[in-house]
């Protein structure tokens, strides 16, 4: 049985922890694209934890984590992380890299960083990781698939054509000292030692454990509104968040993914610039910040903070339904408690008309959102554990949503330890 869990917004819905919480039961968890430009937060029986390449299951013995061949791999981030995890005592995850995956360049994240100084205010708000680059490239042709890097005649030649390119670069646009072969032919040779044991053809092993009938959670990173197609393009990540891209990012046939759980929270955030209907400002914005979380609404990878908002439907709807979900996380419930009233956007106005659509871009910009208000619950639900022990109206705001987005919520996260939840059957 092959489940995909995946977000629903902007990224940053609680998947982590989602995960976390069904590895118990998984055999195998693959992150199948992106890369440590986003981190998933993970409160556990080792303390707190913000993974950025790492799969979630890498806190259990019994899992086998994968990292798939749509991840955009950074090596040195990938055995710091390791390192980390070993060092506050997490036994050593067993972890695989697939053969195909390619890497991270230590040009991608010093373009990214270049391309954000040219662009000045125009920036897109990168994390400076090296992704957009990193996929120009891989579908260029001009990337390194980690296998290369095992094999000097033909990883050196292309090191210097691709030098060629990236020099022109360099000199001309942005004003750089060129690189250097020999630089960079020594810092592969180090990516090569550290990631060696790693590597294996993790596509056979998926087919093989599939038909052994192995427990597999795919785990996406960021949501459907940060994906490259269906997102709020430009400012949107470069790769696709879709639990459809998981096949190809991780080698499983589509129709073994069975089950699709797309993780929304209870309010809305996000990270970076953007189209964002039901952001929120002020004081009011400034308080659900803080409150937010686990600690406060700041990006688990850059520490920025997070825009805020209303729960938005329209956008929601739109996240679940273009993931294909079969069933609905809702997280982050327990942090709405402190409101008197709590908004929710049901649709948008554009130029005077009322839609439920999720728009593209250019309408999206000219949205502006209608709300419904509901009666606060003011009491904390942390510590509940079956749905109708919730206050009455807290599970009108959670019927209320289920309603709109037309799927069921089948997981509520009231806080944001493992167990926090509440399974409605
Ligand atoms: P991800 O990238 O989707 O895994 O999300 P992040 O880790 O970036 O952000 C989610 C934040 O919400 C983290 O700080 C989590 O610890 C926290 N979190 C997840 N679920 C809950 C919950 O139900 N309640 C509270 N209070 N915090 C939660």
């Given at each position: 049985?092959?489940?995909?869990?995946?977000?629903?917004?902007?990224?940053?819905?609680?998947?982590?922890?989602?995960?976390?919480?069904?590895?118990?039961?998984?055999?195998?968890?693959?992150?199948?694209?992106?890369?440590?430009?986003?981190?998933?937060?993970?409160?556990?029986?080792?303390?707190?934890?913000?993974?950025?390449?790492?799969?979630?299951?890498?806190?259990?013995?019994?899992?086998?984590n994968i990292i798939g061949n749509g991840v955009a791999l950074d090596i040195t981030k990938f055995c710091d992380e390791?390192?980390?995890?070993?060092?506050?005592?997490?036994?050593?995850?067993?972890?695989?890299?697939?053969?195909?995956?390619?890497?991270?360049?230590?040009?991608?994240?010093?373009?990214?960083?270049?391309?954000?100084e040219r662009l000045k205010g125009e920036m897109f708000g990168s994390t400076k990781s090296g992704i957009a680059p990193?996929?120009?490239?891989?579908?260029?042709?001009?990337?390194?698939?980690?296998s290369e890097l095992f094999d000097d005649d033909i990883l050196i030649p292309h090191l210097k054509k691709v030098l060629e390119i990236k020099n022109v670069l360099y000199e001309n646009l942005y004003n750089k000292p060129k690189l250097s072969l020999?630089?960079?032919?020594?810092?592969?040779?180090?990516?090569?030692?550290?990631?060696?044991?790693?590597?294996?053809?993790?596509?056979?092993?998926?087919?093989?454990a599939i038909k052994s009938n192995k427990r597999i959670l795919l785990e996406g990173q960021l949501g459907t509104l940060k994906d490259t197609d269906f997102g709020i393009y430009p400012?949107?990540?470069?790769?696709?968040t879709l639990?459809?891209?998981?096949?190809?990012?991780?080698?499983?046939?589509?129709?073994?993914?069975k089950e699709i759980i797309a993780v929304t929270k209870a309010y809305s955030s996000a990270v970076g610039q953007g189209e964002f209907v039901s952001e929120l400002f002020g004081t009011q914005g400034e308080e659900l910040r803080k409150r937010g979380g686990d600690k406060g609404e700041y990006g688990a990878t850059t520490h920025r903070p997070r825009r805020v908002g209303w729960y938005d439907t329209v956008a929601s709807r739109y996240g679940v339904k273009t993931q294909g979900a079969t069933c609905v996380a809702l997280t982050v419930l327990d942090v709405l408690s402190y409101l008197d009233e709590i908004k929710v956007c049901v649709a948008y106005n554009i130029n005077g008309e009322e839609t439920k659509k999720?728009?593209?871009?250019?309408?999206?910009?000219?949205?502006?959102?209608?709300?419904?208000?509901?009666?606060?619950?003011?009491?904390?639900?942390?510590?509940?554990?079956?749905?109708?022990?919730?206050?009455?109206?807290?599970?009108?705001?959670?019927e209320f949503i289920e309603k709109e987005i037309d799927t069921k919520i089948k997981y509520i996260s009231n806080g944001p330890g493992r167990d926090e939840i509440i399974y409605r059957s």
């Open positions: 049985m092959t489940t995909a869990v995946v977000g629903a917004n902007w990224g940053d819905e609680g998947k982590g922890k989602i995960t976390d919480m069904l590895a118990k039961d998984a055999d195998i968890v693959i992150r199948y694209q992106g890369g440590a430009n986003a981190g998933h937060t993970i409160i556990n029986n080792y303390g707190r934890f913000a993974l950025h390449t790492l799969p979630s299951g890498v806190f259990y013995d019994h899992t086998t390791m390192s980390n995890l070993i060092d506050l005592g997490v036994p050593t995850p067993k972890v695989l890299i697939s053969d195909r995956i390619q890497i991270v360049m230590p040009y991608h994240k010093e373009i990214d960083c270049f391309e954000e990193f996929y120009s490239d891989k579908y260029a042709k001009i990337g390194f698939q980690v020999c630089d960079m032919v020594e810092k592969t040779h180090y990516y090569r030692d550290e990631i060696k044991k790693y590597v294996c053809d993790t596509n056979e092993f998926l087919q093989e400012m949107v990540t470069s790769s696709n639990a459809g891209y998981a096949s190809v990012g991780a080698g499983i046939p589509p129709y073994e993914i999720f728009p593209t871009t250019p309408l999206l910009k000219k949205s502006q959102a209608v709300y419904k208000t509901f009666k606060g619950w003011k009491c904390d639900i942390r510590g509940i554990r079956e749905y109708d022990k919730l206050p009455k109206e807290c599970k009108e705001y959670v």
